[in-house]
């Protein structure tokens, strides 16, 4: 087991064997035998349980053990029920972690409630309580086998007649191999499966969680066309995560490419406003948003809608992203809008920009067509054929085999 998994795995168990063991300490003392108190296991301290042994096994298996609890069966007022208590007592305190547990993980579950200051220690605190959680019910329901030490070879001689409970000490320690050998070789798989899967059912799903699975099913959505899906995933978002970026964004480019693009760049100026942006993110976003609606402007062009495509490409070039490309496009559809100068006003800063992009010569060739100065298009259509005859070759499609 790696060293992270296992700095998981140790408070829980820490407070499991802890409280196991101090609830079948307690019971005892309650139920008439002071043996356990007088051993000072009467108590929360972890260092009066574990082992040193079974702590040390947690790094090398998925599990440890404490120091068992002694008891007199001749102090029980009651024997036979008293010693049954008193064994189901530790399966017990497991199953009130549980409890305890599912109760805080109501609290830890709504990352978003307590601002952004408070998400990463909820969901931290929301992994660690489900490893708690976890890692008890997987106690107490060990705990009930009937393989000894464990409380179930104790429980079910109690509770069905004719069983014996008094193991000699060898067959005790054969015990103890045959259940470490169970664990190591991951045998008792199928009792932590059924475990699994009972908490999943029980344990309450993560905003966060909730919410990245919303953004990921509207992308999702958006990819095969389903545009009313992808909006109803992102408002759904949007309501566990008012603050959340990816939806604010994910809601105005779909407004962007299906709607009206002043709403759409209203709803990403809303974005910026509302949505809590970590270090870096904030330029990240800015990259993707430019994208978008660079991508929205260039099919504006394509559809001879120059004034989206226009509207498009004015909020790209705000946005600074990629500059080049967002003047290019602000360019073509001034262009198609018949405002050649404008027009190379853009043509020109982008050159300038980056001079060695041939589609920025053809776009200025073009323009200069327009303006009616065939000498500067030109001179710009051979600067992008020496460009372009300065790129290496793409590589040609394999040709299908000869029949």
């Given at each position: 087991?790696?060293?992270?998994?296992?700095?998981?795995?140790?408070?829980?168990?820490?407070?499991?064997?802890?409280?196991?063991?101090?609830?079948?300490?307690?019971?005892a003392?309650?139920?008439?035998?002071?043996?356990?108190?007088?051993?000072?296991?009467?108590?929360?301290?972890?260092?009066?349980?574990?082992?040193?042994?079974?702590?040390?096994?947690?790094?090398l298996?998925?599990?440890?053990?404490a120091?068992?609890?002694?008891?007199?069966?001749?102090?029980?007022?009651?024997?036979?029920?008293?010693?049954?208590?008193?064994s189901?007592?530790?399966?017990?305190?497991?199953?009130?972690?549980?409890?305890?547990c599912?109760?805080?993980?109501?609290?830890?579950?709504?990352?978003?409630?307590?601002?952004?200051?408070?998400?990463?220690?909820?969901?931290?605190?929301?992994?660690?309580?489900?490893?708690?959680?976890?890692?008890?019910?997987?106690?107490?329901?060990?705990?009930?086998?009937?393989?000894?030490?464990?409380?179930?070879?104790?429980?079910?001689?109690?509770?069905?007649?004719?069983?014996?409970?008094?193991?000699?000490?060898?067959?005790?320690?054969?015990?103890?191999?045959?259940?470490?050998?169970?664990?190591?070789?991951?045998?008792?798989?199928?009792?932590?499966?059924?475990?699994?899967?009972?908490?999943?059912?029980?344990?309450?799903?993560?905003?966060?969680?909730?919410?990245?699975?919303?953004?990921?099913?509207?992308?999702?959505?958006?990819?095969?066309?389903?545009?009313?899906?992808?909006?109803?995933?992102?408002?759904?978002a949007?309501?566990?995560?008012?603050?959340?970026?990816?939806?604010?964004?994910?809601?105005?480019?779909?407004?962007?490419?299906?709607?009206?693009?002043?709403?759409?760049?209203?709803?990403?100026?809303?974005?910026?406003?509302?949505?809590?942006?970590?270090?870096?993110?904030?330029?990240?976003?800015?990259?993707?948003?430019g994208?978008?609606?660079?991508e929205?402007?260039?099919?504006?062009?394509?559809?001879?809608?120059?004034?989206?495509?226009?509207?498009?490409?004015?909020?790209?070039?705000?946005?600074?992203?990629?500059?080049?490309?967002?003047?290019?496009?602000?360019?073509?559809?001034?262009?198609?809008?018949?405002?050649?100068?404008?027009?190379?006003?853009?043509?020109?800063?982008?050159?300038a920009?980056?001079?060695?992009?041939?589609?920025?010569?053809?776009?200025?060739?073009?323009?200069?067509?327009?303006?009616?100065?065939?000498?500067?298009?030109?001179?710009?259509?051979?600067?992008?054929?020496?460009?372009?005859?300065?790129?290496?070759?793409?590589?040609?499609?394999?040709?299908?085999?000869?029949?």
């Amino acid at each position: 087991m790696d060293l992270t998994t296992a700095l998981m795995l140790l408070p829980g168990l820490v407070i499991g064997l802890s409280c196991h063991e101090a609830a079948h300490a307690l019971s005892a003392s309650l139920l008439g035998d002071d043996f356990p108190r007088r051993q000072g296991r009467v108590s929360l301290n972890p260092f009066r349980h574990l082992s040193l042994l079974g702590t040390l096994a947690i790094f090398l298996l998925p599990f440890g053990w404490a120091r068992p609890v002694q008891v007199n069966l001749h102090n029980f007022r009651h024997p036979k029920r008293d010693y049954l208590l008193s064994s189901l007592a530790g399966p017990a305190a497991n199953l009130l972690i549980v409890a305890a547990c599912l109760a805080l993980m109501q609290m830890t579950r709504r990352s978003y409630a307590f601002g952004p200051a408070a998400e990463a220690f909820l969901s931290l605190a929301h992994a660690l309580l489900t490893m708690v959680l976890l890692i008890n019910a997987i106690l107490a329901t060990l705990n009930l086998l009937p393989l000894p030490p464990l409380d179930g070879s104790k429980i079910w001689v109690v509770l069905i007649p004719g069983l014996k409970g008094d193991f000699p000490a060898k067959w005790q320690r054969i015990s103890i191999l045959l259940l470490l050998v169970l664990l190591w070789t991951d045998s008792i798989d199928p009792v932590f499966h059924f475990v699994f899967d009972t908490v999943s059912r029980v344990v309450p799903e993560p905003d966060a969680m909730r919410y990245e699975d919303l953004v990921d099913a509207g992308r999702k959505a958006r990819e095969e066309g389903n545009t009313a899906g992808a909006l109803r995933a992102c408002e759904e978002a949007l309501a566990i995560h008012p603050r959340g970026a990816d939806a604010h964004l994910d809601r105005a480019l779909l407004e962007a490419e299906t709607g009206d693009p002043n709403k759409a760049i209203a709803l990403l100026d809303r974005a910026e406003a509302t949505a809590y942006l970590w270090p870096g993110d904030r330029e990240r976003l800015a990259f993707v948003w430019g994208c978008a609606l660079l991508e929205c402007a260039y099919k504006c062009v394509d559809a001879n809608d120059f004034q989206r495509a226009e509207a498009f490409a004015e909020r790209a070039v705000a946005l600074g992203s990629d500059l080049p490309a967002g003047l290019r496009a602000r360019a073509m559809a001034r262009l198609g809008l018949g405002r050649p100068d404008d027009a190379l006003s853009d043509a020109n800063r982008a050159v300038a920009l980056d001079p060695n992009v041939p589609e920025l010569y053809e776009l200025r060739a073009a323009i200069w067509q327009a303006m009616g100065k065939p000498d500067q298009a030109a001179a710009d259509a051979a600067k992008a054929k020496q460009l372009r005859a300065r790129q290496p070759p793409r590589p040609k499609p394999a040709s299908a085999p000869a029949r």
